[in-house]
């Protein structure tokens, strides 16, 4: 339930818990294997044409509404990052690119653990549960839970493997059922190509200021194993991501440093025109000895670093941290022609582990209880996690006067979450025999979804169309807990939980053109309720929270003007959040509970513009207001109406610019661009008791990049931060004083220089 689940609910109990797409790339779907070696292939005569490319903007197909359509044509907001962009941007996780979407923004302890915020829909870095979906093509990510760390682990998936990714803003409910409160991200793959063999190789190596060294290797390789009909596609990374932070404790540098690797295989197989098959492996590594403590030691009153700018004091032997994911999935398509029918299933695993330096928490407790002078005390945490999904749904041409479709969902998640106490010496981490501390046993964790879903369109007219859709979704749960220890009693039961939330969808729009067009979106979403960790029976405390609901109400507008040299997307929304899932204390223990109510407003303006050959400028701004509707609940966090909520900038921007041009001779090409970002200032997380919050202030963001195409050759030299700001992305107390004490606060990565080369075959 928050950066370590079992020490954050011991401390519970006292302190509460742009559209940004390059020069005329075209962005294709999956489903589309007429026009997959378009996007597929990035050879070097494609690089050196986009300098003399006319100055229209390119047309962008997405499946944002589970079909391919015109990004154009979606009524609702949606934004796109293509490959291209990302690979020049040489962003490689959520930090790299959140600022350039409208409405998106981050609470990051660090690599590897990220809660992803849309519109400002979040209760705080302790959030135990995400409300923004994640998905990968039509495969969700990660736990739908609060037992598996849902809300914080993020997949950060090498950019040579993508098409795009897209960032649907506001609840996505009826299509994509729980945690989609926000929105949902949605990575899309690049498939096979059963027409042309094609390899890419890359390489790059990073230096961050007063920090250490990274360098990464890619590689990705197409092959048609049967022209048209069988193709397979593999790619594979790997990289060591320096890190700048010191341990004064034990005197160890880069203690944020992490191994990242991963590979994903595709193997597409297209019998005929009007069936398709595609199964995918992906695997994905993080590891660092250092990161779960990656955190520096700050005053909550004056946000001044205790130790240094680069500096934090953490017991020997803590800090390991560890992610292994696994996803394997079966897509297949069949068109009827009256209908398309769509089948995807997958299968899921997540392996997590850290060692978390909790000293500062217990120490002052158990040191003179055991007549230690330098006793350190971590928590060591695994868990796991194995997913079942499978979607069935059926469809119309969209081409009729009633569009309509229909489908099914079922989920089935086996967790476990094991904390344990370990007591070592502070200075050297070798261990220290003492009585049982605590062992906590959180699982197994069942949790079982059946859903049902529909939406039906009417094109009443060539411009006016109206959707209408619904979801019913059928949850239960079972929870085991056992304990045993000198912190947490001796303990064993289980608990069930049941909820059966419903769904729905309003959305008309109105094409005044090809080019334009307004809609009203009026869309629900919810997360799953269950069984309360840590409540034993007969207690007096609930023994189940419930669902948590939400409803956005929304007004847009999409235009392409100047002959589609500029493209302007700008929406207003308000959102209802009720019975907003919080931490509560009664009878001696924490847990959730409902009752909580909050709402947000506000507006967001994406702006692109292409003036010359070669040339894209692009702009957005975001302005947020979300708050608290009501004061919170007896016994729950404390916060009063009309206090914002944690970590959502009122104010938030965005201008970048990207320009191609030759440089004589057709084998030779230029690129520079760069891209300048705000985040506004925030508060920090409710405390549980009448007292002031922190106020995080905004910070600012310049990445530059340039280079050259020669041949089948790209090289480019990149900056990120370069003013090298030191804006906050997220704090945490480290006892159970949450004014007094100490706090972590995580920033922004400092100012990284790097370069990377690329050759396609």
């Known amino acids: 339930m928050g950066r370590t689940l079992f020490a954050r609910r011991h401390l519970c109990a006292a302190v509460g818990l742009g559209l940004m797409s390059p020069l005329c790339l075209f962005a294709q779907t999956q489903n589309d294997t007429s026009q997959v070696a378009a996007s597929a292939s990035a050879d070097a005569s494609t690089r050196h044409a986009t300098a003399a490319r006319a100055t229209q903007l390119g047309t962008i197909i997405v499946t944002a509404n589970k079909r391919s359509e015109r990004l154009q044509d979606v009524p609702m907001a949606v934004s796109v990052l293509d490959n ?17 979407v409208p409405g998106l923004n981050l609470i990051s302890s660090g690599e ?54 897209e960032v649907l803003r506001g609840p996505q409910g009826t299509l994509y059922g729980s945690n989609t409160l926000g929105g949902l991200v949605k990575f899309v793959t690049t498939p096979p190509d059963t027409t042309q063999a094609s390899a890419r190789i890359g390489f790059n190596t990073s230096s961050i200021e007063g920090g250490g060294s990274g360098y ?61 098959v595609r199964f995918s492996a992906l695997a994905q590594n993080l590891n ?29 032997g803590t800090g390991l941290f560890k992610i292994k994911y696994r996803l394997y999935d079966l897509s297949v398509n069949a068109d009827f022609g009256w209908a398309k029918l769509i ?10 582990k850290e060692n978390t330096d909790i000293t500062s928490l217990y120490g002052p407790v158990l040191n003179p209880l055991f007549g230690l002078t330098n006793g350190g005390y971590s928590e060591l945490q695994p868990i796991a996690l194995n997913k079942i999904t499978q979607e069935l749904r059926l469809q119309s041409p969209a081409d009729q006067t009633w569009e309509w479709r229909a489908g099914v969902f079922f989920t089935h998640e086996h967790s476990s979450d094991k904390q344990d106490i370990l007591s070592f010496d502070a200075s050297t981490g070798a261990p220290i025999a003492l009585p049982p501390l605590g062992s906590v046993v959180l ?21 006016l169309s109206i959707l209408v859709g619904a979801r019913y979704s059928n949850d239960n749960t079972s929870y085991t807990q056992t304990t045993q220890g000198l912190l947490t009693g001796v303990t064993d039961f289980t608990t069930r939980g049941h909820d059966h939330p419903i769904t729905y969808l309003f959305n008309p729009s109105y094409k005044f053109s090809d080019d334009m067009m307004a809609y009203v979106r009026v869309a629900s979403g919810f997360r799953p309720g269950g069984p309360n960790v840590g409540v034993p ?37 308000y959102i209802n959040w009720s019975k907003v899932q919080l931490t509560t204390t009664a009878a001696g223990f924490s847990f959730l509970g409902n009752g909580g109510r909050a709402t947000s407003k506000g507006a967001e303006v994406s702006w692109r513009y292409t003036p010359l050959n070669g040339l894209t400028v692009w702009a957005n701004s975001t302005y947020t207001q979300a708050r608290l509707a009501a004061d919170t609940p007896t016994g729950s966090i404390y916060g009063l109406k009309g ?70 050759w790209t090289v480019e030299v990149y900056a990120k931060n370069l003013a090298n700001r030191r804006g906050i992305s997220s704090m945490w107390p480290e006892t159970i004083d949450p004014v007094a004490s100490p706090f972590q606060a995580s920033y922004q990565t400092p100012r990284t220089i790097g370069m990377s080369a690329s050759v396609d075959f």
């Open 643 to 712: 206090d914002r909520l944690p970590y959502v900038p009122m104010w938030s921007a965005n201008l970048g610019a990207d320009y191609n041009f030759p440089l004589g001779g057709s084998d030779w090409s230029g690129f520079v661009g760069g891209n300048f970002s705000y985040v506004g200032a925030r508060e920090s997380d409710f405390n549980p008791v009448p007292a002031p919050r922190s106020h995080l202030p905004g910070y600012n963001n310049l990445d530059l990049h340039v280079g050259v195409n020669y041949a089948n």
């Open 84 to 100: 291209a962009r990302l690979e020049r941007q040489n962003a490689v996780s959520f930090t790299d690119y959140a600022t350039q």
């Open 288 to 316: 660092s000895d250092g990161l779960a403590n990656q955190g520096i030691e700050v005053d909550p009153a004056t946000l001044r670093p205790i130790y240094g700018w680069r500096e934090q004091a953490r017991a020997a």
């Open 343 to 352: 089948s995807t299933t997958s299968f899921s695993t997540l392996g997590f």
């Open 112 to 165: 590897g653990w990220t809660q992803l915020v849309l519109r400002g829909v979040t209760s705080g870095s302790r959030q135990p549960n995400a409300t923004v979906g994640t998905y990968i093509d039509d495969t969700p990510y990660g736990s739908s839970t609060i037992y598996a760390a849902g809300s914080m682990l993020t997949p950060d998936i090498d950019p040579s493997d993508l098409q795009r990714i």
């Open 537 to 573: 029976p007969g207690l007096g405390a609930p023994l189940t929270f419930g669902p948590d609901k939400l409803v956005n109400y929304e007004l847009g507008l999409k235009s392409l003007l100047l002959d589609k040299r500029m493209s302007i997307e700008a929406d207003v929304f």
């Open 443 to 463: 699982g197994p964790a069942l949790f079982r979804e059946w859903a049902g879903y529909g939406d039906l369109t009417w094109h009443a007219t060539s411009k």
């Open 216 to 276: 990464g290797a890619h590689a990705t390789v197409n092959l048609p194993l049967v022209t048209n009909k069988l193709g397979l596609r593999v790619s594979v990374y790997d990289r060591d991501d320096p890190g700048y932070i010191r341990n004064i404790t034990t005197g160890q540098a880069e203690i944020d440093k992490a191994k990242v690797s991963g590979a994903r295989a595709q193997l597409l197989w297209t019998p005929n025109e009007n069936v398709s």
